[in-house]
């Protein structure tokens, strides 16, 4: 590794996070149409942090940008502004080998099992196409073996080597999906929405095969899913987005148990959940939806739709501000809701 | 609600032309709805739970036919009436809301033309009557400035309103059937819930009784007062949902509601079901459930269990149901 390009930004005293994300923006260019260019501010001064084994989870509805900032960390997207730092380098200031080097630590595992597989590769091949860009990792006449080691580990057979994508079931694909992730030994890997294409039974075989891994391989995921139940189950901290920008974050009991931001403490009533007792919850049910990420409103994004809104969330945008008492758990709202009150 | 089903499934099957031969979809699957009642069909992909309901509005692919059973319709069986006399009946009678609003609506028609046809066929109002009644529905089911947008086309409404669109034009003729078909699966958790909401509401207006498709549980638990799961083609447990999830007297359900992360601490492992649901090719003898099953013996591998009572109004399609009544 070489000198870091910026120096870091963690405060003195404190380790130096595994990933950290400071202010990132992201702006796209879209056509539309007669009316002619518009831009799209997918992030909007984005903060986040990943420590060392960790699990974040990252919960918003379509088009809040949670695809985006994984791109982003997967260094697929450069931010406009804004720093990503990987153990206090900048990878977008890395070059050639050191980029390559960088490249094998964060890995991907993606929402459909069935599309992300290359159907004319085995298994084999699919585990080990990632060897052939990172040469040094893995000798050649080592990674037969490798490979049984992977499947074994995500929990196929060794003698699945030699199947195709389409002999095996969509937990099994899913699998796969994850060796392949595995088999550059990541610290990072980027789960988006692993489990949402997979039935329930099979669902719970996948969850419980990433904390395994987890807690044999130290990995750390940041674990993207709109499926609140999935996220309070694997999570140690959750970020919440909406339209562009991180509205609350926390330890995620604490952010489920007492959220601050009104579209958190919506989202969370707005979830059916699986209580039998028969007693209707007190529902808060939004208006309307996630407004254009086009035309985002002035101020506070979340104020169209916002029980509490006032004038003075249309003209400033509240900032990420942490709770009283709880230092790690902070919401961006002027009106923050208070202990245990959702409405 | 103690007055006769007002729809009836009775012993329904359903087959599948395949490549590979003809495979049973849907076997001897029955049950029954009553007016303002809600019934859930709770199963995984692939267990025929869409399969029945698209046998039920006689919509099913053609690939697929009926292969036996009655869809009794206030007493009428729908199945042994002519295309034309069914569509006299079922057309107003029942009617369906699917999952994905964008390929159910007609790109290329006006939302006001399309919600005005269940008038101008059905009830044979005029040209302007319709239209007035489209603006009517449009305005029941929360489309803001319905008047202004009865002449856009679906691809200029959002997907919460695309549904709501779908609901209305289900709901049109206050159908005595309403199914829905995976309704808020495509939607953000926020608008899903407007949309149950919507259909809570509109079910009680008009005393609909309400077939509700769903693979997620918690969806069931708070919609729904009756429960059918389904696995692999059959039904293998009813009965009234706080009943069937407190105390589920099949393996099935049971390992179902262990799979559910949300009462489970951080981290700690999931009960899971092993293995993935059968191939309809490749169905297991006996009860169909038994490879995953753990508590099958010998006799699963022989004798299909039927569906029993196993407690006041509930079934359950297990040998060994009994084994499952404590703790």
Known sequence: ?343 | MNESPVLEVDRLAVDIRTPAGTVRAVREVSFAVRSGETLALLGESGCGKSMTAQAIVGLLDPVAHVAGGAVRLEGTDLLALPPAQRRKLAGPGLSIVFQDALTALNPVQTVGAQLAEPFRIHQRLSRRAAREKAVELMERVGIPEPRARVNAYPHQFSGGMRQRLLIALAVALHPKVLLADEPTTALDVTVQAQIMELLRELRTEQQTALILITHDLAVVAEQADHVAVMYAGGIVETGRVADVFSRPRHPYTRGLLDSVPAEVARGATLKSIPGSPPDLHSVPSGCAFRARCPMARDVCAQERPMLVESGPGRTSACHYWRELTDD
């Open chain 1, 1 to 343: 590794m070489t000198e870091p390009a910026t120096p870091t930004l963690a405060p003195r005293g404190t380790s130096v996070p595994l990933l950290d994300v400071t202010g990132v923006t992201k702006t796209f260019h879209v056509a539309r149409g007669a009316s002619g260019r518009h831009r799209l501010r997918a992030l909007d001064g984005v903060d986040l942090r990943l420590e060392r084994g960790e699990t974040l989870g990252l919960v918003g509805e379509s088009g809040c940008g949670k695809s985006t900032l994984a791109r982003v960390l997967l260094m697929l997207e450069r931010p406009d502004q804004g720093h990503v730092r990987f153990e206090g380098t900048d990878p977008f200031a890395l070059r050639g080998k050191e980029l390559l080097r960088w490249r094998r630590r964060v890995q991907m595992v993606f929402q459909d099992p069935f599309a992300s597989l290359n159907a004319r590769l085995c298994a084999e091949d699919i585990i080990g196409e990632p060897w052939r860009t990172h040469r040094d990792l893995v000798p050649a006449k080592e990674r037969g073996r490798r490979v049984a080691e992977l499947l074994e580990m995500v929990g196929l057979r060794a003698s699945d080597a030699r199947r195709y994508p389409q002999e095996f079931s969509g937990g099994q694909r899913q699998r796969l999906g994850i060796a392949r992730a595995l088999a550059l030994r990541p610290d990072v890997i980027v789960c988006d929405e692993p489990v949402s294409a997979l039935d329930l039974s099979v669902q719970a075989q996948v969850l419980n095969l990433l904390t395994d891994l987890q807690a044999r391989l130290g990995v750390s995921y940041v674990f993207i899913s709109h499926d609140l139940s999935v996220v309070r189950h694997v999570a140690d901290r959750v970020s919440v987005m909406y339209l562009g920008k991180i509205v609350e974050t926390g330890p995620t009991a604490q952010v489920f148990d007492r959220p601050r931001h009104p579209y958190t403490a919506a989202l969370m009533s707005a979830a059916p959940v699986l209580d039998v007792s028969g007693a209707r919850r007190e529902r808060i049910l939004l208006q309307g939806e996630v407004p254009s990420p086009l035309d985002p409103p002035s101020g506070c994004r979340f104020r169209t739709r916002c029980w509490k809104a006032q004038d003075v969330c249309a003209q400033e945008a509240p900032p990420l501000e942490p709770s009283p008492g709880e230092p790690a758990h902070a919401a961006a709202c002027h009106f923050p809701l208070q202990e245990a009150a959702t409405r």
